[in-house]
């Protein structure tokens, strides 16, 4: 055994090889534990599958449009995300295979980028590197890239963001860190607009670590290519769309307070940093520790109170919040370096092989335990949503210039390919200034069908208690005072449904009623078949 160690110790690559041949096997790794326990059918979620109707009409060349021919209107709130998807659709790559691959290589390469600012930052053990890297593949980010969204783009930008802070704290900045630095917090900012404020906290911690003697190029640049590059980007979004802000924010923001939000916020942080959490604890314990974690916490705590400004809508999984994750993940390691100098645990370079073997397989069982414990917190399935059912049958009349108004503006627009009406708001700039959609206002649009998810049913009453309750009743009421026919009231119960009435007087009305009635409509949560509460009220 001895000869053995003797003739590893002989082995000589360079640092670099080394890195590399570690980061193939924790790709390896990644891959292998995407394949096994990750199931990639299914199609979208309902806010993924919103944005991409944006960016296949982008790819089409018709512009940032909801529906082709209608002004511009900025319901995707990935932006840039959303026009990267568009470019690879433009150059001949599917819809669902372009969203599935930027989201799947943004994944690999945030866990590359916490491999390396681990080793070239902080010059992390590899095996403490390795170990990081591996942590993230359990965690919810997998699960956003089978469900389409652009949320691990998100992170790969902040990461990147984030890794140059890093570097400017622990090593000093130079004009050239500085305007790296600023660059990505753009980019990031583009990707989605709370990166802005994301950037912006991290440059908090720079100037709190370091001093704003000692930051100066950071803050100067920040701020410039802000100004110029995003002030000029921010003008052209003002103009071409009409209003400043992303339309979902009117719509889910709207200047008010969310103390629910927050909670929430706060709550997926905990789940998902859980087991980062002693870290952080150990470092603002020590001396020598506790300015960076105070630091290294700005732009973690301070992005996760920015939600008590909106609505928490659609966040899957915590997907608005899961960018803190791999940016907690980077700092774990420096923030332990007083409770490893009190312990007086030796450097890594300096320990014999045979115990280097050993911690090695001490740290891989622990962060294996760990992939383990957040597998069990972060797990999900989607089933195939009658919607998407319903969508695809609708796609047989496209070309019929018919006319589709919902609520649930995800997979049946982008499925169907009809004209349609998200009569939330969240995709219609009238109704997300105007607050609600009007009966005017859906006269106007004359819609085929309107589809709507209700918290009551044909055979359930329910009386109206907030926004959502009293848009249903302007569409319930504008369909049965215009004599649509009620095709279906889908839900597992009779407190949660979604309608379909159908306008009687077209050419394909009776047709697309039997379709409807007589499909088989599953949830896409639970999988379970779906009971037509409009057939059982008439029998």
């Known amino acids: 055994m001895k000869k053995l160690f003797a003739k590893f110790e002989t082995i000589q690559l360079r640092p670099y090889t080394i890195d590399l041949i570690v980061l193939v096997l924790l790709y390896l790794i990644v891959a292998f534990y995407a394949l096994w326990f990750i199931d990639f059918k299914g199609h979208p979620i309902e806010d993924a599958a919103m944005l991409m109707r944006y960016s296949q009409h982008f790819a089409d060349g018709h512009g940032v449009v909801w529906n082709i021919g209608e002004a511009p209107v900025d319901g995707a709130t990935d932006f840039l995300f959303m026009i990267a998807v568009g470019v690879l659709v433009k150059a001949g790559i599917s819809l669902d295979f372009a969203t599935r691959f930027l989201g799947f290589a943004a994944h690999f390469l945030t866990i590359t980028v916490i491999f390396f600012s681990l080793r070239r930052t902080f010059n992390a053990p590899r095996v403490i590197a390795f170990g990081t890297g591996a942590f993230l593949i359990?965690?919810?980010?997998?699960?956003?890239?089978?469900?389409?969204?652009?949320?691990?783009?998100?992170?790969?930008?902040?990461?990147?963001?984030?890794?140059?802070?890093?570097?400017?704290?622990?090593?000093?900045?130079?004009?050239?860190?500085?305007?790296?630095?600023?660059?990505?917090?753009?980019?990031?900012?583009?990707?989605?607009?709370?990166?802005?404020?994301?950037?912006?906290?991290?440059?908090?911690?720079?100037?709190?670590?370091?001093?704003?003697?000692?930051?100066?190029?950071?803050?100067?640049?920040?701020?410039?290519?802000?100004?110029?590059?995003?002030?000029?980007?921010?003008?052209?979004?003002?103009?071409?769309?009409?209003?400043?802000?992303?339309?979902?924010?009117?719509?889910?923001?709207?200047?008010?307070?969310?103390?629910?939000?927050?909670?929430?916020?706060?709550?997926?942080?905990?789940?998902?940093?859980?087991?980062?959490?002693?870290?952080?604890?150990?470092?603002?314990?020590?001396?020598?520790?506790?300015?960076?974690?105070?630091?290294?916490?700005?732009?973690?705590?301070?992005?996760?109170?920015?939600?008590?400004?909106?609505?928490?809508?659609?966040?899957?999984?915590?997907?608005?919040?899961?960018?803190?994750?791999?940016?907690?993940?980077?700092?774990?390691?420096?923030?332990?370096?007083?409770?490893?100098?009190?312990?007086?645990?030796?450097?890594?370079?300096?320990?014999?092989?045979?115990?280097?073997?050993?911690?090695?397989?001490?740290?891989?069982?622990?962060?294996?335990?760990?992939?383990?414990?957040?597998?069990?917190?972060?797990?999900?399935?989607?089933?195939?949503?009658?919607?998407?059912?319903?969508?695809?049958?609708?796609?047989?009349?496209?070309?019929n210039e018919l006319?589709?108004?919902?609520?649930?503006?995800?997979?049946?627009?982008?499925?169907?390919?009809?004209?349609?009406?998200?009569?939330?708001?969240?995709?219609?700039?009238?109704?997300?200034?105007?607050?609600?959609?009007?009966?005017?206002?859906?006269?106007?649009?004359?819609?085929?069908?309107?589809?709507?998810?209700?918290?009551?049913?044909?055979i359930a009453a329910s009386a109206p208690k907030d926004d959502w309750d009293d848009m249903i009743v302007v569409l319930q009421e504008y369909a049965q005072k215009n004599g649509y026919i009620l095709a279906a009231a889908y839900g597992e119960n009779p407190y949660s449904t979604e309608y379909y009435y159908v306008k009687p007087d077209f050419f394909a009305s009776a047709e697309i009623v039997r379709a409807i009635r007589e499909m088989e409509y599953y949830s896409g949560v639970t999988n379970m078949k779906q009971i037509n509460y409009a057939i059982e009220a008439e029998q």
């Open 403 to 458: 006319r589709l108004a919902t609520s649930e503006s995800g997979l049946l627009p982008l499925y169907s390919e009809w004209k349609s009406l998200d009569t939330w708001g969240l995709n219609d700039q009238w109704i997300a200034h105007n607050g609600i959609v009007t009966e005017e206002y859906l006269r106007s649009f004359d819609p085929h069908i309107i589809m709507f998810h209700a918290y009551f049913s044909p």
């Open 138 to 399: 359990a965690g919810p980010g997998f699960f956003y890239v089978v469900g389409y969204f652009g949320t691990t783009v998100f992170a790969l930008f902040a990461c990147l963001s984030w890794w140059l802070a890093l570097d400017i704290i622990e090593n000093g900045e130079s004009q050239r860190k500085a305007f790296l630095f600023a660059i990505l917090s753009l980019v990031t900012g583009l990707v989605r607009p709370e990166g802005v404020l994301l950037t912006s906290f991290m440059l908090l911690a720079v100037i709190f670590i370091k001093g704003p003697k000692n930051s100066l190029y950071t803050f100067l640049y920040y701020f410039g290519i802000f100004l110029v590059l995003g002030g000029i980007y921010f003008l052209w979004r003002w103009q071409y769309f009409g209003y400043p802000l992303p339309n979902p924010f009117y719509k889910k923001g709207g200047g008010e307070i969310y103390v629910s939000s927050l909670v929430a916020s706060y709550t997926h942080v905990f789940f998902m940093n859980m087991l980062l959490l002693p870290a952080f604890i150990v470092g603002i314990s020590f001396k020598k520790t506790i300015r960076k974690t105070i630091g290294f916490l700005v732009p973690l705590i301070g992005f996760a109170t920015c939600f008590i400004l909106i609505a928490n809508n659609m966040n899957i999984l915590g997907r608005f919040q899961y960018v803190i994750l791999p940016m907690a993940a980077m700092v774990c390691w420096p923030i332990t370096q007083g409770i490893r100098d009190w312990l007086k645990v030796p450097e890594w370079t300096s320990t014999p092989v045979q115990q280097r073997l050993l911690y090695t397989l001490l740290v891989i069982l622990f962060f294996f335990g760990a992939i383990q414990f957040e597998r069990s917190i972060y797990s999900a399935r989607y089933y195939y949503d009658g919607k998407y059912t319903v969508a695809l049958m609708l796609s047989e009349y496209k070309d």
